[in-house]
């Protein structure tokens, strides 16, 4: 479990997060929503040690990351998977050695046991006889699916993924967003998504978290952004017509 508390991150004397506290469960797909601005790359990059704290803490099973010594943050590093918007694969390595970078970086293992972990996380996301493809040669879901596959290889207990969904149709889209949930689900991954699509929001959203100016404006599930009348959610989740119109039906089919 991932425990933030009063988090406060700035720049120059400028406030950017103020006062976040907040959490997130294993096995459970969180996602962070705002509007552009609000925060919620500072807030990711916070997570994953980019950013340190002004005030406030991050605790990752109990183990406040300020406190880390350099051995407990080389551990948590092992513990952490990424997946970048685009994807950030190396162009000029093959999708086998793409997933196994980090193992090579991390692992004293034999290529044999390498390799052995490499084919099961490919197999995981589908993705079988590519190893020796390249990134170009991979249309954009694809490449999703390695980055997912290599930010897996570590047996991560945390992954954190920045747009995962950007640049892609909305079915390959959606796909990729049930892959990492199913995932997260498997292995009791806590995994913290930030978003702007709302078809992630409605499909995926166990928790979600909503920032607005810095703050936390609103929490819940997406079962619960259907009901909240949280002003700010909803003239920002259902600023399209189709969204205000779904979620009428929805209102109106539970009588709510
Ligand atoms: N390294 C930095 N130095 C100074 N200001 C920063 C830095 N990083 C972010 N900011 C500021 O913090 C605010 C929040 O930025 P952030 O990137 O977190 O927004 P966001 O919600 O992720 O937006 P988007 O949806 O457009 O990606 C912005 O005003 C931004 O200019």
């Not at 991560?156 to 689900?185: H, M, R, W």
């Not at 995926?204 to 703050?215: P, Q, T």
């Amino acid at each position: 479990m991932i425990d933030v508390k009063n988090l406060h991150k700035g720049f120059g004397g400028v406030q950017v997060l103020k006062g976040i506290t907040t959490n997130f469960h294993p096995g459970k797909t969180s996602l962070i929503i705002g509007q552009s601005g609000s925060g919620k790359t500072v807030f990711l990059k916070s997570l994953i040690g980019l950013h340190t704290p002004e005030e406030g803490t991050i605790s990752f099973d109990g183990r406040v990351s300020t406190n880390f010594t350099n051995e407990e943050r080389r551990q948590w590093r092992q513990e952490i998977g990424m997946v970048f918007q685009g994807s950030a694969l190396f162009d000029s390595q093959t999708v086998e050695e793409n997933v196994m970078f980090p193992l090579k970086m991390f692992k004293k293992q034999s290529q044999k046991e390498m390799l052995e972990r490499v084919n099961f996380v490919l197999d995981r996301v589908n993705l079988t006889n590519s190893n020796k493809k390249f990134p170009a040669e991979l249309s954009g879901g694809m490449q999703k699916r390695v980055a997912i596959a290599r930010a897996i290889v570590m047996n991560p207990k945390y992954l954190f993924c920045d747009e995962p969904n950007s640049g892609l149709d909305p079915q390959t889209a959606i796909v990729i967003d049930k892959l990492i949930q199913e995932i997260t689900d498997e292995y009791q991954i806590t995994t913290v998504i930030n978003t702007h699509d709302m078809n992630s929001v409605m499909e995926i959203g166990e928790k979600i978290v909503f920032l607005k100016d810095g703050r936390k404006a609103w929490e819940g599930s997406s079962n619960e952004i259907f009901k909240t009348d949280n002003e700010a959610v909803v003239s920002f989740v259902y600023s399209s017509n189709l969204f205000k119109k779904v979620r009428e039906a929805y209102l109106n089919e539970k009588n709510l």
